[in-house]
């Protein structure tokens, strides 16, 4: 009965009643995105490497490791010597290591020495293995495998040449003009740094540093042609920057870090990618709960335009309130008319802004992933999201009691004297 | 017989002003038409709401159709007032958002009494009939929206929901004078019937001297206030 007059009464007011409930989806939706990116980000950087049991790298910090390692942020302050690794690697409980060498970059990107084991075991976001959209791995010397974004962003097809420049800088004058590379297969994205690398087969990194000692020009006469390095003879590394482990069996995961800490030839650092991902989303994680308490503000702004829409409607209403009145309504019901009004717009502006939400997510899935490989679970509601959406539709209830007991209180000084 | 409305030692003041009303005894039979009259001001609305029992006298009782209304609680009375009288205003009598009919059924959804003595429980076809009996039988008057009527229509209307199950007391407070004249006595003439129909008691109200001649009583209230008498 009370419940289908604040229907109508609502309905009666449509143009601003339409705008408050508008103004909440809107928040509603902005709240709801940033919820949901949100849990997608962490899932995304927690998924940026899986399926590694461990990364082995110089002794210095986990993060510093996990940054040069995974996300090609910073440098090693020392190499792992060949010797070291290929003991581990022929460990009777690793199953397989994906070597990694760092330090050169092509036009801003970063250049990683691997094999193709690289292309095989590197997983991320749970059970995603590296996709081919365009050619296969490495078959020769020269040959080099783009991520999608360097392809993309320098045009890249397959068979276009590479040249790579010695050091990290953009712009680096000392470029391997000599040994060029060809592009022998483009990765598909996948929302991690994999997509700004560019691989080249490990021993293409000995090869064009053969005639380089440290990070100057050699001397002209001096220099090693492409061909010739190609057939020197040994182009195994003399050392690595890091390696990633997989184990045989997971459970041996925690053994093989101690072993590896504790080894006694050589200072390494063994860490579990999971543990220490964790690790640093806390560091960054701050900005997204900023991101949150942000969109909080913004529902509270939307409530806020609701109470001021009731609020304002009281004056022009106690007319109606006082012919309640007359035919029975008792006081209580001008409350819960109001209340009920101010749920109704709530509830419909937390529908409506989910719906929204929901729409502007599959229209932004196939974007978002497309080109940047930031894959939003489109699943259903949480009940994190559920609860944080219930406890709106409350909010705008409690903030519907205020004009709900004004509106209470005049109809007791009221009575049925409609003085205007 | 008890009476429809009787008052004895009444006395009232809105807070912090003088006393307004002090009523020594005020009695209207059953099925009576009485025409209260007194100037603006005067305290004939504050004596409506005292009858409705919207406000509470400082003292006195008030007995309605048999029952002292006076000791009951606050939604007692609310619903009392629901069960057993029916009111007309001055103007704006309609909630703006409901259509003609659900104007008219209004009382019955929040008095239960009210809906029970609706024939056949036919909300509807009770409004119809009151609509027509008002002289608003006009198909589609009853599927408008209420702000498109007149407001003589609109009056119409709000007498046909004071009507509807049958209340024991019609109340109303000015109902003719935001009309003129013609539609004044049109308006009257209709209630009046009506309430005939239905038995009712009719206590009207109005500053208006020349409506007297159509009630079976006229009664000023100076006469009963002795409050005014002071004043004045
Ligand atoms: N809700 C109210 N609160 C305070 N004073 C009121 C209220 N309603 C009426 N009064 C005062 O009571 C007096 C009588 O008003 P009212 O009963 O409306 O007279 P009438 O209906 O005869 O014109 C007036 O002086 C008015 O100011
Ligand atoms: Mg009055």
New binding site residues.
Partial sequence: MIFSLALRSLGNRRSTALLTVAAIAVSVALLLGVQKMRTAARESFANTVSGVDLIVGARSGQLNLLLYSVFRVGDATANVSWESYQKIARHPDVAWTIPISLGDSHRGFRVLGTTNDYFRHYHYAGERALVFTEGKPFAALYDVVLGADVARALGYRLGSEVVVAHGLGNVSFALHKDKPFRVVGILAPTGTPVDRTVHVPLEAITAIHQDFQGASQPAIGARIGASAAREQVDLTPQSITAFMVGMRSKVMTFTMQRAINEYRSEPLLAIIPGVALTQLWNLVGIADTALMVIAGFVVLAGLLGMLTAILTSLNERRREMAILRSVGARPRHIFTLLVTEAGLLAASGVLAGVALCYGLLFAAAPLLERHYGLVLPLTGLSTQDAALLGAIVVAGLFMGSWPAWRAYRNTL???L?L?V | MTAAIHARELTYA?PN?PA?LDVRDFRIERGERVFLR?P???????LLGLLGGVLEPDSGHIELAGTDITPLSASARDRFRGDHLGFIFQMFNLIPYLGVLDNVVLPARFSAARAARVPNGDLEGEARRLLDALGLGARDIASRPVTELSIGQQQRVAAARALLGKPEIIIADEPTSSLDADARTDFLNLLMRECGTQGATLLFVSHDLALGGLFDRTVQLAQINRALEVAA
């Fill in positions: 000084s009221d009575g004297t003085r | 809105w002003k307004l007194g603006s001001g005067s305290g004939k609305s504050t």
